[in-house]
């Protein structure tokens, strides 16, 4: 089986690729070159996703069984900033993904509770949503293309996603915190909110 993992530096591709196994053939794709966190056993494609003709240049060279599509813009306040940057990001790429992979393939796609309104103290994947966020709305209209596509894609909705990957260049809050009270700094954090972290680990294998 062929398996292509997008956002390959990243950190939960990191996750993915340190649990894989020689009987499946693993691709990574990214925005810019490989960076430390993929494997040199990992066939690496640089691709801006947000482009249809990068998209489709990567599929006239790979075909993979199953996608795993980890890339996305999860930055909140970035999203909130930039919109636009944030739809190319979360939409327009998973899109180009749906639109020329095969269409015996299936897509992971890594979603967020973020489509939520957080009004709830506990959510199913029956309940509603409602999204009260630009990052939110985002992942919810590249939900609805992932279901829109087919029954044989999945979407993980996952939330506040934390690891430790020190060959990375961005950080996460647990880490964050972790350093910043070892240096004996304050932190700002919100305090109206409930957040269930989730390992990259435990996500990576599920």
């Known amino acids: 089986m062929e398996i292509l ?6 950190l939960l591709g ?11 053939n693993w691709i990574g794709t990214g925005r810019g070159e490989r960076r430390p ?9 640089p691709c801006d996703l947000e482009s249809e003709e990068e998209v489709k240049n990567l599929f006239n060279r790979v075909n993979p069984d199953v996608v795993i599509h980890c890339a996305a813009m999860t930055q909140v306040d970035q999203c909130e ?12 790429a998973t899109q180009n993904l ?11 796609f890594i979603s967020t509770d973020f489509i939520f309104d957080g009004t709830s103290p506990m959510y199913s994947e029956d ?12 992942k919810l209209k590249a939900e609805k293309l992932v279901s829109d596509a087919g029954d044989r ?14 060959e990375l260049s961005r950080t996460n809050i647990v880490l964050w915190v972790k350093s910043s009270l070892e240096e004996g700094k304050s932190i700002r954090v919100v305090d109206d909110q409930f957040r269930c972290p989730t390992l990259v680990d435990n996500l ?3």
């Open 5 to 10: 993992v997008t956002g390959a530096n990243g």
């Open 14 to 24: 990191n996750a993915i690729f340190r649990l894989r196994t020689s009987e499946h």
């Open 37 to 45: 966190a993929v494997p040199d056993d990992v066939s690496y494609f």
């Open 81 to 92: 900033l930039n919109p636009d940057d944030c739809f190319r990001a979360n939409v327009q």
């Open 98 to 108: 749906l639109q020329h992979m095969s269409e015996r393939a299936r897509m992971v």
């Open 127 to 138: 309940d509603e949503p409602n999204p009260v966020s630009i990052y939110g709305d985002s």
């Open 153 to 166: 894609h999945a979407i993980l909705r996952t939330m506040l996603v934390y690891g430790y990957a020190p």
């Open 204 to 206: 990576a294998e599920a």
